[in-house]
């Protein structure tokens, strides 16, 4: 059975950072894509970053590009995501996820999802 479960946010102030961990558990991810997605109150779940598993191929939303890296840890079977110069809009729960059919930016193809961690930006 497949486990992904997110840890790291909290709150900070605008200019900060956090770093987001993904730990995977459950089957052999070398095919996989694992991606990061957000959502804020009244928002839908929108797209951060993605990660291909084998290869280390990495994709980011415009929006956090520059400011955010995706990374893994092969051997902790780990996903991380660095988020420098928080702002506040960056505010949100975030969701690791994992994709068996490649990287997306559209949240319908990822099968597997974790319970979500909480960033917090003040302003």
């Known amino acids: 059975q497949v486990q992904l479960v997110e840890s790291g946010g909290g709150l900070v102030q605008a200019g900060g950072s956090l770093r987001l961990s993904c730990a995977a558990s459950g089957r052999t991810f070398s095919s996989y894509a694992l991606g990061w997605f957000r959502q804020a109150p009244g928002k839908e779940r929108g797209f951060v970053s993605a990660i291909m598993w084998s290869g280390g191929s990495t994709y980011y939303a415009d929006s956090v590009k520059g400011r955010f890296t995706i990374s893994r840890d092969n051997a902790k079977n780990t996903m991380y995501l660095q988020m420098n110069r928080l702002k506040p809009e960056d505010s949100a729960v975030y969701y690791c996820?994992?994709?068996?059919?490649?990287?997306?930016?559209?949240?319908?193809?990822?099968?597997?999802w974790g319970q979500g961690t909480q960033v917090t930006v003040s302003s």
């Open positions: 996820a994992a994709s068996p059919t490649g990287r997306s930016t559209q949240a319908a193809i990822y099968r597997y």
